[in-house]
């Protein structure tokens, strides 16, 4: 069975500092997505980045980067100079590989962002 | 950018009472999705849909839960007698196939709050 735990539940910044955001996984395909979504205010669910499992290259966009590492698997989310409108809840979600199938996600709890000017 | 649709956005409804959410998903998307979220919690998969069928669902997606896509573009999710539990966001999401592998992002709706009394 697939897990993705969020061990943070609230996070609260000032504007500027960075902070990460943890997910930790457990899954017995050995091949898996990894997501993040953000979930603003406003509620609706926005894709952020996908990472597979067979590619463990950290990746950067803009102010967002993503640390992924299978030996603990975690994959990491750190927002760099933080903003009041990165403030949302921050889901990272888990989709094992099924040829030719649906595969559901399996979400987190959620990170409550907060960031203050 | 094309988007996925949902209609209402916010339903009231009396318990007991039957009620049907409607999505619209991105239009050359294969495999459909409803998600819901009480309020402040995760969001929890209830089932999937290829083909014309169900793929999988969830422990949540009982009897009283059905889900159709009766023109090929509308894609709904019917609740027959509606408890008090069954208020939350319900999310409706769509994927696209490339590949053999379901590396594909979900595109999520921006919900229906459903409200029962």
Known sequence: ?????????????????????????????????????KQPPSGELVF????NSF???????GRYS????????????????????????Y???LSEAQRGANSKLTFGKGITLSVRP | ?????????????????????????????????????????KVEFLVSFYNN???EKSEIFDDQFSVERPDGSNFTLKIRSTKLEDSAMYFCASRDRVGQYSNQPQHFGDGTRLSIL
């Open chain 1, 1 to 37: 069975a697939q897990k993705v735990t969020q061990a943070q539940t609230e996070i609260s910044v000032v504007e500027k500092e960075d902070v990460t955001l943890d997910c930790v996984y457990e899954t017995r395909d050995t091949t898996y997505y990894l997501f993040w979504y």
């Open chain 1, 48 to 51: 952020l980045i996908r990472r």
């Open chain 1, 55 to 61: 590619d463990e290259q950290n990746e950067i966009s």
């Open chain 1, 66 to 89: 993503w640390n992924f590492q299978k030996s603990t698997s975690s994959f990491n989310f750190t927002i760099t100079a933080s903003q009041v409108v990165d403030s949302a809840v």
């Open chain 1, 91 to 93: 889901f990272c979600a």
């Open chain 2, 1 to 41: 950018e094309p988007e996925v649709t949902q209609t209402p956005s916010h339903q009231v409804t009396q318990m007991g009472q039957e009620v049907i959410l409607r999505c619209v998903p991105i239009s050359n998307h294969l495999y459909f999705y409803w998600y819901r979220q009480i309020l402040g919690q």
């Open chain 2, 53 to 55: 069928e169900i793929s």
